[in-house]
Each structure stands twice: as structure tokens, then as C-alpha cells.
Nanobody, 123 residues
Framework: QLQASGGGLVQAGGSLRLSCAAS????????CAWFRQAPGKEREFVAA????????AYSDSVKGRFTISRSNAKNTVYLQMNSLTAEDTAVYYC??????????????????WGQGTLVTVSR
């Protein structure tokens, strides 16, 4: 089970850190990702990280602004979001899949999904 948190309202140019807490003892074996869905748009890939944090992947729209990380000791994956713009407004979802390798991080498919946390960036 995945529980996303940390969303909220922030001004353009600001920062937020999302967290996704996972239950279960095998979290360290899962690759994790963040996706987002803006109003009226399809869900899109944002960032992902392999189980050992050896590899990460980012969408072009967030590369250089967002950073994904994880703490296997805390069963938590994070998304640090900086330099936010109104285009980043969306519901953000965390996802996980056992054993994904780096080349498949963007597509998964991911088996487990959190409930989503809303990020609103005001202009």
C-alpha cells in the first residue's frame, strides 16, 4: 500500500516535497515512480528510481527542477520539486513495481498506486 502526501498550494517559483510511504517489508525490492494528471489531461510520467537508487529517470518537462530519491530504511520515496510553474499543477501519484530495471522505469507498467496528492501552483 502506498500513501502519498505533501501536496498543497504554492506560488510559482516555489518548492514542495512530496512523500510516498509504503507498507510492507519488501519495499527495497521495488522500483518507484511519480506520475501526475492535470485537469483534462492524461496521466503522465514524471520521475522514477530503481530499487537501489542506482538509476533515475525524469520527463523532459521536469528534468533539472525535480529530484526523486528514496529511503529504504523509512520505506519512503520522495519528490523534491523546485522552480514550480502553473503547468506543474496536477494530482501527483506514486507507483511501485517489483524489480524494474532502469530501461523500463518510464513505462513500467507499475502494479501499485497511491491515492494521489494535489499540487496547485498559482501564477
Amino acid at each position: 500500500q502506498l500513501q502519498a502526501s505533501g501536496g498543497g498550494l504554492v506560488q510559482a517559483g516555489g518548492s514542495l516535497r512530496l512523500s510516498c510511504a509504503a507498507s510492507g517489508r519488501t519495499f527495497s525490492g521495488y522500483a518507484c515512480a511519480w506520475f501526475r494528471q492535470a485537469p483534462g489531461k492524461e496521466r503522465e510520467f514524471v520521475a522514477a528510481i530503481t530499487r537501489g537508487s542506482g538509476s533515475t529517470a525524469y520527463s523532459d518537462s521536469v528534468k533539472g527542477r525535480f529530484t526523486i530519491s528514496r529511503s529504504n530504511a523509512k520505506n519512503t520515496v520522495y519528490l523534491q520539486m523546485n522552480s514550480l510553474t502553473a503547468e506543474d499543477t496536477a494530482v501527483y501519484y506514486c507507483a511501485a513495481k517489483m524489480g524494474l530495471i532502469a530501461s523500463t522505469l518510464r513505462v513500467g507498467p507499475y502494479d501499485y498506486w497511491g491515492q494521489g496528492t494535489l499540487v496547485t501552483v498559482s501564477r
